[in-house]
């Protein structure tokens, strides 16, 4: 069983940066694939950016169209960690955040959230305007 645990969530101000960070539990983290999703109230979970693995634990990253830009996932194997650092923060960014792997590569699906079997608790991330 992988455990997923983030951090990092806040409140800050419109135009602020935030760096969100996802640990993991799991043995073999270098071949998962990591995602970030969001869900604001009100509203379905949705998409925000994966890290998906490939051969020779390379991996491939992909963005949701209203983070583009603002936004990078990263990760270091050496700390089991996934990272998300959020640059440019609007007031439609506030949303809860929550870290998905998936052992392996994710189908071209990455977006959606039946990709995933490990989520973790999720962490507040509030931006002012």
């Known amino acids: 069983q992988v455990q997923l645990v983030e951090s990092g969530g806040g409140l800050v101000q419109a135009g602020g940066f935030l760096r969100l960070s996802c640990a993991s539990s799991?043995?073999?983290?270098?071949?998962?694939?990591m995602a970030w999703f969001r869900q604001a109230p009100g509203k379905e979970r949705e998409f925000v950016a994966a890290?998906?693995?490939?051969?020779?634990?390379?991996?491939?990253?992909y963005y949701g169209d209203s983070v583009k830009g603002r936004f990078t996932i990263s990760r270091d194997n050496t700390k089991n960690t996934v990272y998300l650092q959020m640059n440019s923060l609007k007031p439609e960014d506030t949303a809860v955040y929550y870290c998905?792997?998936?052992?392996?590569?994710?189908?071209?699906?990455?977006?959606?959230?039946?990709?995933?079997?490990?989520w973790g608790q999720g962490t507040q991330v509030t931006v002012s305007s």
């Open positions: 890290h998906s693995w490939s051969a020779f634990n390379t991996y491939d990253a």
């Open positions: 799991g043995r073999t983290f270098s071949r998962y694939s």
């Open positions: 998905a792997a998936e052992d392996g590569r994710v189908s071209s699906y990455y977006y959606s959230p039946t990709s995933y079997d490990y």
